[in-house]
């Protein structure tokens, strides 16, 4: 295209009419927004009263029907009957209702009227039943223990957010594992999260222990990224796709109070921030890559000038076909995190580099079986000279989609201390209504 | 320099503009529901949809190319009663589009008028397995509510796009008028058939069985969303035989072993119907779908009847050809293979 400059003036004018043009619709007088206020309401009922009509239509007609069956004519077909706009309640056929179980009215307990029930949020309880068995001189884990139970309130807020809150009981007592509101519809394309959260520091530490592949963390998630708990702060996240016709392109910056396993704030100022770059791209419609980088920076428990930083990749590979999406699938995921963390000085080294990383395949062997295994290396996040190593296998048997049964046989060769071999298994049941998670 | 990006966003900016008015984007969840978008919008909407009809619906991955879908939707379409409930609203909350927000202006849950059959009446538990709380919502698979579904999307696209709202009456008049007359060819079809006993693998056909008069009277499934147990098995066996049960539906999503086991042991058949468009390649408008699985169901009965003479499969008197019939009215007909009435993966 060539530049045309005298032509250009005419461009600017037509660049503002554009502007005007597209503004407009949205740039109503007052006695327009009125009429058309009228007009709408107006239109409002009429809409109303036809549902209204069609309805009543359409419940004389299933009345005749059910008539006709009863008097021992066999039904008209209502084929030429305009649709009836809103039959909402059909009749249950005999055999049908409730799958088998008992028919009759909701019980009520104790409140009379049911329906402020509604706006309740959904609530469900996740139950996390382990054991341990074998020997672990260094993180031996209880014989048997609730480990958790994950209580979670979701609901809408009200046309611009909706909440989550998950409580988590453990042995150690109770604490909000997250809590947060969602605004889905601000402006700009931007997705914004309030309240405490798990941060967006790789794959693993945004996920809760209940959908995780295994029964344990990896050890890079123990040794470097705040163990079970892992970052989770009260904060800010704001996140936004980056559109591009290539791929799926998501950004993400959060800023946290500074307080969690792994940072520490000295001062109000003393932040911590993360930043994430999530790229996905669907190789085929049964296989995919995701692949994240992420950072995160906040203040030092020993030495409130210097910084701790957590630098992190990860990559996941997705297969499922679609046809046998229930049966079959097969997930393969790595993460690798380098901590740079301030230590207290020994000799002339105030400064710990430690890397941790983890490589872990999963494959889906039958409706409710699954087979998987992982590999670990992490050295420690305060003595970069002491490096464990960890391999897992691992069977999962799903009697529905509520409860899971898993069995894992670990050994953890640790840099300090003699290796440890254990058997862990799992019971997990969730009851209630729990939301979906993300991908 | 500047005057040369001025110049050059003018065109390009007049281009936006008229490319957003020319065609509403429009997503929906099934693809059945994308098919009837195409009904009634025409050139006038572009439409795509998230799961693929040989998918089973209620167990889709929640994957980020479907938030990109999401992100420049004007209108989302659902199908709802609980369907998409495990993947849906974390992609909806993640589209960060306002415009298809619940409640917002572009979401509609295309259940609301359609006819929903199941809906439990008392109180129900997940001792019953994977049950629809709000009905069963395979309700598509009934033609009356793929017309009250087509309504209900006329009356959503002409809030969006008044302009084109006589275009889009237009349509569904003309989507109407046409499946009356199909509706009419299919009641012809299965007249003889009515009553057929048959089993189905999963709770996805009640809105069929209602309106083409077949009797489900067990499914392979021992509750929704519990894969078959040996004990279930042999109860089926038993009841099939004692019924006189030849045909076995299965959708396309599941495993073919155990119903061809079931099949094997009661001397019937198994079919593998479409629940969707998009079901099979050859399944591309609302309308083939019940052309083909009504083909496939009728094959079915008549390869059963004809390997087990004098059983419970009573035709009725006077039957027609009904096959001929079909292909007499010009509706495509489904590719029948060499007595391709079971399917192997």
Avoid at chain 1, 137 to 151: D, K, T, Y
Wanted: proline share 7%.
């Amino acid at each position: 295209m060539s530049v045309r400059t005298p032509r250009a003036p005419g461009s600017v004018v037509g660049a503002l009419l554009c502007l005007l043009v597209s503004s407009s619709a949205s740039a109503q007088t007052p006695a327009d927004q009125s009429v058309g206020a009228v007009r709408m309401e107006v239109e409002r009922l009429r809409q109303e009263f036809e549902a209204i009509r069609q309805q009543y239509g359409a419940r004389l007609s299933e009345l005749e029907t059910r008539l006709a069956a009863l008097e021992g004519r066999a039904p008209q077909p209502a084929q030429a009957a305009p649709p009836p706009a809103a039959p909402a309640e059909a009749a249950v056929p005999p055999g049908a209702a409730g799958a088998g179980g008992p028919t009759g009215s909701l019980p009520l307990y104790g409140n009379v009227n049911l329906l402020s029930k509604i706006f309740n949020p959904d609530i469900a309880v996740i139950g996390d039943f382990e054991g341990a068995s074998g020997n672990n001189a260094v993180n031996p884990q209880s014989p048997l223990s609730l480990e958790e139970s994950e209580l979670s309130l979701q609901a809408i807020v009200d046309p611009y957010a909706r909440a989550d809150i998950f409580f988590s009981f453990g042995p150690e007592g109770v604490e909000v594992e997250e809590g947060f509101v969602t605004f889905p519809t601000l402006p700009g394309g931007f997705l914004a999260k309030v309240g405490k959260m798990r941060a967006s520091v790789g794959k693993v530490n945004a996920m809760h222990t209940h959908v995780l592949p295994w029964i344990d963390r990896p050890l890079v998630t123990e040794n470097l990224v705040g163990a079970d708990e892992g970052l989770s702060d009260a904060g800010i996240s704001v996140s936004r796709l980056i559109t591009n016709p290539w791929v799926f392109l998501e950004a993400t910056g959060e800023v946290y109070r500074g307080q969690s396993e792994v940072f520490s704030s000295a001062t109000r100022g003393d932040l911590t921030y993360v930043g994430r770059l999530r790229g996905y791209q669907d190789l085929s419609e049964s296989s995919n890559v995701d692949i994240g980088v992420s950072v995160a920076s906040g203040g030092s428990e020993f030495d409130p000038a210097r910084k701790t930083t957590l630098f992190g990749v990860d990559a996941t590979f997705r297969y499922r076909p679609l046809r046998r999406a229930i049966y079959r699938r097969f997930i393969a995921r790595t993460e690798a995190i380098w901590s740079r963390r301030p230590v207290a000085p020994v000799g002339d080294t105030v400064r710990a580099d430690s890397f941790g990383a983890y490589v872990s395949a999963d494959y889906q062997v039958a409706r409710r079986w699954f087979a998987g295994g992982r590999y670990d290396v992490s050295e420690r996040a305060l003595d970069a000279s002491v490096r464990d190593r960890a391999g897992s296998v691992l069977l999962t048997f799903w009697p529905s989609e509520f409860s899971q049964i898993r069995g894992q046989f670990r050994r953890i060769r640790f840099g300090d201390a003699p290796a440890a071999h254990e058997f862990l298994f799992q019971f997990l049941f969730s009851i209630g209504a729990h939301g979906a998670h993300v991908f | 320099m500047k005057r040369f990006w001025i110049a050059s966003s003018v065109p390009i900016l007049l281009i936006a503009a008229s490319h957003t008015a020319l065609a509403l984007t429009v997503v929906t969840t099934t693809e059945d529901l994308a098919a009837l978008v195409r009904e009634v919008g025409g050139d006038k909407v572009s439409v795509e949809a998230i799961a693929r009809g040989y998918q089973d619906p209620h167990f889709v991955e929640a994957k980020p190319s479907f938030i990109l879908k999401l992100h420049n939707a004007d209108l989302l379409v659902v199908v709802g009663r609980d369907l998409e409930a495990a993947w849906l609203p974390p992609l909806i909350t993640q589209s960060r589009n306002r415009r298809i927000q619940p409640g917002a202006e572009g979401y509609l849950d295309a259940s609301l008028n359609a006819q929903i059959l199941e809906i439990p009446t008392g109180q129900i538990t997940r001792a019953m397995g994977d049950v629809h709380p709000l009905g069963n919502p395979h309700y598509w698979l009934d033609p009356a509510n793929g017309r009250r579904v087509a309504q209900s999307l006329q009356q959503k696209l002409s809030q969006i796009d008044g302009a084109s709202a006589g275009y889009y009456a237009r349509r569904y008049a003309d989507f109407d008028r046409r499946l009356s007359d199909a509706e009419k060819q299919w009641s012809a079809l299965v007249t003889p058939y009515q009553g057929i006993k048959v089993v189905t693998y999963h709770r996805s056909w009640p809105n069929f069985a209602a309106r083409f008069g077949l009797d489900v009277v067990g499914y392979v499934e021992p509750r929704p969303g519990i894969p078959p147990t040996p004990g279930h098995i042999l109860t089926l066996q038993l009841e099939m035989k004692r019924l006189g049960v030849k045909i076995i539906l299965v959708e396309p999503y599941f495993d073919t072993r155990t119903p061809k086991a079931v099949a094997r042991a009661v001397d019937g058949i198994v079919v593998q119907l479409a629940p969707s468009v998009g079901g099979e390649t050859e399944i591309r408008t609302y309308f083939d779908l019940f052309d083909y699985n009504l083909q496939r169901l009728i094959e079915a009965i008549k390869a059963a009847s004809a390997k087990a003479p004098g059983s419970a499969i009573r035709l009725r008197q006077g039957s027609g050809e009904p096959a001929e019939a079909l292909a007499e009215a010009g509706a495509p007909r489904a590719k029948a293979e060499d007595g391709g009435v079971t399917w192997t993966p």
